[in-house]
């Protein structure tokens, strides 16, 4: 059984570029390896990180990152069983995002995902993130 998981958090510090690319390189090879498919966004001291998968992967994995010394006051905003990923077409996967051209992208990619109340949920909850970043 599929599910998924949206969780916001804190950074502990404000990362410079070098080890946030370090993080989003660790993440995809890691993310590609289980079949995790997602996206993880980072900016300005805010994470926001899609996980979707096989229960048990996606549950060892969050237990994982609920560890994760890099960040703090971890908030679940999505967490439910899937029927299918929304993420598998996108960017072979498991994506990074760290500008505002790939958000806006991946905000339209989303709404062509019309018919699908999972892809219409993320949608609502990152379209004010959306709005409120600049380039």
Do not use: W
Request: proline share 3%.
């Amino acid at each position: 059984m599929l599910s998924t998981i949206c969780y916001i958090s804190n950074s502990v510090k404000l990362f410079p570029d070098e080890e946030i690319q370090a993080l989003f390189d660790q993440t995809i090879s890691n993310n590609n390896y289980y079949g995790i498919t997602g996206i993880l966004i980072y900016q300005e001291g805010t994470f926001i990180q899609v996980i979707e998968g096989e229960n048990a992967i996606i549950d060892a994995l969050f237990y994982k990152i609920e560890r994760d010394e890099r960040h703090n006051q971890i908030t679940v905003i999505l967490r439910h069983p899937i029927d299918e990923r929304i993420f598998s077409n996108y960017k072979l996967g498991f994506r990074t995002m760290n500008n505002f051209e790939e958000l806006k992208e991946f905000s339209k990619y989303l709404a062509t995902l019309a018919d699908s109340p999972y892809a219409k949920s993320l949608y609502a909850f990152l379209n004010p993130f959306l709005c409120n970043t600049s380039n």
